[in-house]
Nanobody
Framework: QVQLVESGGGLVQAGGSLRLSCAAS????????MAWFRQAPGKEREFVAAISRHGRSTDYADSVKGRFTISGDNAKTTVYLQMNSLKPEDTAVYYCAATSSWRTRNSNDYDYWGQGTQVTVSF
């Protein structure tokens, strides 16, 4: 059973930056396809970014491309989401997830989820 714990959320002004961390209970970075999703109030959970096993490839939603960067540190069993040039529309609860599937943006394909961390971007 893989356990994922997110941290790093908070309140930031528009244009600012945050780095989210997802600490795993085992070496998920080499065994699973890892992703970040987010869910704003009243909206469905949406894909944000993903990274393949060993970090060989990444995938980003169009809404965050060029502003967010996903990376992983297998030695620390941690996946990061660096978020720059934040906008109020980035406000959401951000979730880390892991799947044994290959390159998927579908949240139903993900087997393990963290509890989420709140990101709030003010005007």
């Amino acid at each position: 059973q893989v356990q994922l714990v997110e941290s790093g959320g908070g309140l930031v002004q528009a244009g600012g930056s945050l780095r989210l961390s997802c600490a795993a209970s085992e070496r998920t970075f080499s065994s699973y396809y890892m992703a970040w999703f987010r869910q704003a109030p009243g909206k469905e959970r949406e894909f944000v970014a993903a990274i393949s096993r060993h970090g060989r490839s990444t995938d980003y939603a169009d809404s965050v491309k060029g502003r967010f960067t996903i990376s992983g540190d297998n030695a620390k069993t941690t996946v990061y989401l660096q978020m720059n040039s934040l906008k109020p529309e980035d406000t959401a609860v951000y979730y880390c997830a892991a799947t044994s599937s290959w390159r998927t943006r579908n949240s139903n394909d993900y087997d393990y989820w963290g509890q989420g961390t709140q990101v709030t971007v003010s005007f």
